[in-house]
């Protein structure tokens, strides 16, 4: 009689888990938190992440009345939403600007992952997205920043337009990743509570990759005042 009974093989080691890139873990992570939707656009993930570099652009969370306003009580809910989404995605470096709301907003994830924020002027989006493609290749950085700065910042990293931000639009986070040549593509994702889309909503980006480090984003002179 044939044994057909299955025995192991003694001496071969499993597979090596597939180790998935960034961005792939924080859509993953997106879709599995309650009242957050994700949008692709962009070439699809590749299998190696020690050569990309992705990084995530999103504008401060909802703020109070005044000049240098702090979060509303809305926005400190939506800053702890964005911790609990990024506290796996292996965050190398937070940049924040001058202003208390996009201090606040980051204040979660770095007290969470022990990492002090670096402040950089918010109008000097070409120095700040050249400064993230030389110090912090192969790394993932966080970048909180302005409605209207974010996309800027988008398109100076090499990715193609992603439209304008409304000015009462929050919890879009755009996930750029710029591959060992240089190129980039954009995923889009929508985190916290949902919100009414503003009118002045954009298109949400191209399947295509943009080239290195061109569009009007690199003039920092034409990016008018933070909101």
Do not use: W
Request: hydrophobic letters at 40%.
């Amino acid at each position: 009689m044939v044994d057909h009974t299955h025995r192991p093989r003694v001496g071969r080691r499993p597979p090596a888990p597939h180790r998935l890139p960034a961005a792939t873990l924080l859509l993953g992570a997106a879709v599995l938190l309650p009242g957050t939707r994700a949008f692709l656009s962009g070439a699809g993930a590749p299998a190696q992440e020690s050569a990309h570099t992705t990084v995530l652009i999103t504008r401060h969370a909802e703020k109070a009345d005044g000049e240098d306003p702090a979060l509303s009580p809305t926005g400190v809910a939506r800053a702890r939403a964005l911790a609990r989404l990024l506290s796996e995605a292996g965050v190398d470096a937070i940049y924040v600007t001058q202003y208390r709301r996009t201090h606040q907003t980051a204040a979660p994830l770095a007290q969470t992952l022990g990492l002090a924020v670096r402040e950089v002027e918010a109008r000097a989006v070409a120095q700040l997205a050249r400064r993230v493609r030389d110090e912090h290749r192969g790394q993932v950085v966080l970048v909180v920043g302005h409605s209207n700065t974010v996309p800027a910042m988008v398109e100076a990293l090499g990715a193609p337009p992603v439209g304008t931000i409304g000015e009462d639009e929050y919890g879009t986070l755009f996930v750029v990743t710029i591959d060992g040549a240089g190129r980039a593509s954009v995923m889009r994702l929508d985190y916290g509570e949902p919100q009414q889309r503003s009118p002045r909503e954009g298109r949400r980006g191209s399947t295509e990759s943009g080239p290195r480090g061109r569009g009007p984003a690199q003039r920092d002179a034409g990016v008018p005042a933070c909101r």
